[in-house]
């Protein structure tokens, strides 16, 4: 995936200003275009006219076989694999604005900053798709303290407007190269975003690769403690998806559900 302008800034809050300098600063992410070939198609809320019959027949494949597959590996290129006998966890390549499953009992799963105003990468994507009606609902999640409304590790719930899910779950994953414990801290953005899925009667939830972007966690990492930790989850949810963007996060989180599970 071709980044244009991926770079961060380390900004200091009001507090460290004054002296009061908290042990991490804030990470601020920049807004920034993504590149990146498209695997499924517009929206359902505003479809556009198909040009082709193939254009037609991938859309119509997409939205629906996103989220129902059968076990193993679909045509979309979904693989399943039990957690429970009631919960499957789902990996496919993608973008993760297309994923939806019924548009009541499902969510998608942001990586924000702790500002939540919207950014680059996935961040992005998600506020574009989902319009500003988005950007105006994480306005009005409180501040935990000045430019802070989800802390990194914690999740925040809001809904999702023009995206074709009921919810938008916004997390914050660790910096790999400046979080003290970023594997603690990884683990507990998952259980935070299952835990809020849940008190929210969510079924079906995806997941992009939580810090493996602009955040830099390594993949292989990543994926083990994504996968290890939504198992802990297996008898709440009837599907946990990850959507994965490239073909290295795909083949990674391939390969670490075959050894874990
Ligand atoms: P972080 O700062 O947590 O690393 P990024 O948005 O930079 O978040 O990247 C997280 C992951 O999301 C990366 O693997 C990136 O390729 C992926 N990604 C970017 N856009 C999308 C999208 N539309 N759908 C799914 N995954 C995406």
Redesign the pocket.
């Known amino acids: 995936?071709a980044m244009v302008g991926r770079s961060f800034s380390l900004c200091c809050l009001p507090s460290q200003a004054a002296g009061a300098c908290p042990a991490k600063p804030t990470i601020l992410?920049p807004s920034f275009s993504?590149v990146a070939p498209l695997q499924c198609h517009p929206p359902t809320h505003r479809p556009r006219a198909p040009s082709s019959f193939s254009f037609s027949f991938s859309f119509f494949r997409c939205v629906r076989g996103m989220a129902r597959s059968d076990n193993g590996v679909s045509r979309d290129g979904q693989k399943s694999f039990p957690l429970s006998s009631t919960c499957l966890l789902k990996l496919q390549r993608g973008?993760?604005?297309k994923w939806s499953v019924d548009g009541t009992s499902d969510a998608i799963v942001n990586?924000a900053n702790e500002r939540m105003l919207g950014g680059?990468?996935?961040?992005g994507?998600i506020h574009r798709a989902a319009g500003p009606e988005l950007r105006e609902a994480c306005w009005n999640v409180p501040e935990v303290r000045p430019g802070v409304r989800c802390p990194t590790g914690e999740a925040r719930i809001t809904g999702a407007y023009r995206l074709p899910v009921s919810r938008v779950i916004h997390t914050v994953?660790p910096v790999y190269d400046i979080d003290e414990h970023p594997e603690a801290s990884l683990r507990s953005v998952y259980r935070n975003c299952l835990r809020i899925a849940k008190e929210n009667h969510i079924q079906y939830i995806a997941f992009?690769?939580?810090?493996?972007?602009?955040?830099r966690y390594p993949l292989s990492e990543a994926s083990y403690v994504a996968v290890s930790t939504v198992k802990e989850f297996a008898d709440d949810f009837k599907e946990i998806h990850f959507?994965?963007?490239?073909d290295d996060?795909y083949s990674a989180w391939l390969e670490k559900a075959n050894e874990v599970l």
Request: aromatic share 8%; with cysteine; hydrophobic share 55%.
């Open positions: 995936m992410r993504a973008d993760i604005t990586a680059g990468g996935v961040d994507a994953g992009p690769a939580i810090s493996c972007g602009v955040f959507v994965l963007f490239s996060a």
